[in-house]
């Protein structure tokens, strides 16, 4: 009777032990679900964003009706906005996000108002432009970005609770686990390992939904006469998202904006201003061109946007011309920025402050390219970075890096990446991004 209650006994624990595994897996399973949902709306929030850049671009004309241009820039993205809004709409009802739900309410409100009152009015000729109507766009925007951060953050709250609660299950399972092993032995360990390997697809999945997100930050477009390069690399491999971002936009046929930032702050509070920082400063550039001017409207906007005191973002503007080989740019508090011409390397002075932390004027300077010189920038996980002996590399060391590294800008970015991993012992303690843009200038340029 002992032997046969105690087989009961181990059989039923066995029952009981399989049956939290499948309960476990399949909560993990599905707030894993949930988050990545999440994770996807706030990046549809970003794309709303963008689109509402193009929607204002359109719409900001010097007198007279819209081009044709303009009126096929302003259909594509009302349609792509709405399709992105009815996604986002659905899932904020899905997660009963009441903030999100509200701010989208209100958001439908004010683009009903932007399109009737004056898009539509204006694409008919029933309205002319005028700085009123310019003034009544900028504003609709901003409440409209307004709206855009509240949803964004609302998300971003539901994906830290949904992310607690992940791991609150998984540390419950392994403790279960751990249980189990003590009074069952081989069995429980089996189970255990089972988790663990639970664990790993989960740090994958992460790892891959990380890499989508880097990519949609920081991707760059060709541009003429020019080739482009870039690498990012992560001081913490389970970061998903960072404040580090640079950005290549073409303005025009000839004119391109090359931007590369870095925003204090880790997590998705840095990926939020990330966003905002790029196409903010997209925005600002289609309607200016002096790199100065984009640094001081985007400081003022920066202020009346982001409430936190404590965050603060270091930048390069610069705005290439493609055909003649010139830039000129303005830096704020961005000395990460070098020219290559052969294997001379000097470093590109700094034009102002910081951007957050004080309204001050911008100077904006000028670069004249022979064919064959690189623009490098980069954040400053190049020149902060340490050795063993804790040494930072500093400017010299970055110039000396880039004066050895390959001509070819995308091999020129992985060697940079290379040599300040070697630098630190293979373990980087700050992340890092990195532009090169060499250009190439025909001789009847030169001229």
């Given at each position: 009777m002992g032997t046969i209650a105690s087989s009961l006994f181990i059989a039923a624990a066995i029952f009981f032990s399989l049956r939290v595994a499948t309960v476990t897996r399949a909560r993990i399973a599905d707030l894993l679900a949930r988050e990545h949902v999440v994770t996807n709306a706030a990046l549809l929030v970003s794309r709303i964003a963008l689109a509402r850049v193009d929607i204002v671009g359109a719409l900001q004309v010097e007198g007279g009706l819209p081009s044709a241009a303009a009126r096929s820039s302003y259909r594509h993205a009302v349609t792509l906005r709405r399709k992105q809004l009815a996604q986002i709409r659905s899932i904020v009802a899905r997660e009963r996000l009441a903030n999100a739900a509200i701010a989208l309410h209100?958001?439908?409100?004010?683009?009903?108002?932007?399109?009737?009152?004056?898009?539509?009015?204006?694409?008919?000729?029933?309205?002319?432009?005028?700085?009123?109507?310019?003034?009544?766009?900028?504003?609709?925007?901003s409440v409209e970005g307004n709206y855009e951060r509240s949803i964004a953050l609302d998300l971003a709250h539901r994906s830290d609770e949904l992310d607690a609660r992940l791991n609150s299950t998984i540390d419950s399972a392994i403790y279960l686990r751990s249980l189990w092993l003590l009074a069952?032995?081989?069995?429980?360990?089996?189970?255990?390992?089972?988790?663990?390997?639970l664990y790993r697809q989960l740090a994958?999945?992460?790892?891959?939904?990380?890499?989508?997100?880097?990519?949609?930050?920081?991707?760059?477009?060709p541009l003429p006469n020019c080739e482009l390069g870039s690498a990012y690399e992560s001081a913490d491999s389970h970061a998903a998202v960072g404040g580090d971002?640079?950005?290549?936009?073409?303005?025009?046929?000839?004119?391109?904006?090359?931007?590369?930032a870095d925003v204090s702050g880790k997590g998705i509070d840095a990926a939020v201003i990330t966003a905002f920082v790029k196409f903010t400063v997209r925005g600002i550039a289609l309607r200016r061109r002096d790199p100065a001017q984009i640094l001081s409207e985007f400081n003022i906007a920066f202020g009346q946007t982001v409430e936190n005191p404590y965050l603060f973002v270091s930048m390069f503007v610069g705005i290439l011309d493609t055909v003649k080989g010139e830039l000129t740019y303005a830096s704020a508090g961005h000395d990460s920025a070098f020219v290559r011409h052969g294997h001379e390397v000097r470093q590109l002075s700094v034009t102002g402050p910081v951007l957050g932390v004080m309204v001050e004027p911008y100077d904006t300077k000028s670069v004249i390219f022979d064919d064959g010189d690189s623009l490098v920038l980069s954040t400053d996980g190049l020149t902060e970075a340490r050795n063993t002996a804790g040494e930072l590399l500093g400017e010299n060391g970055a110039m000396e890096i880039i004066a050895e590294a390959p001509e070819a800008p995308q091999q020129l970015a992985d060697h940079i990446i290379a040599a300040i991993r070697e630098r630190s012992g293979g373990r980087l303690r700050d992340d890092v991004a990195i532009l090169a843009v060499r250009v190439r200038v025909h001789e009847v340029h030169l001229a």
């Open positions: 209100l958001y439908g409100g004010v683009d009903r108002v932007l399109r009737r009152e004056i898009a539509e009015p204006i694409f008919a000729g029933k309205l002319i432009p005028s700085d009123e109507i310019e003034e009544s766009i900028r504003i609709l925007s069952f032995g081989v069995f429980a360990l089996a189970i255990n390992i089972y988790s663990a390997r994958d999945e992460r790892s891959v939904t990380a890499i989508l997100q880097r990519a949609f930050i920081s991707r760059h477009i971002l640079f950005d290549v936009y073409r303005l025009s046929n000839d004119l391109a904006l090359v931007l590369i």
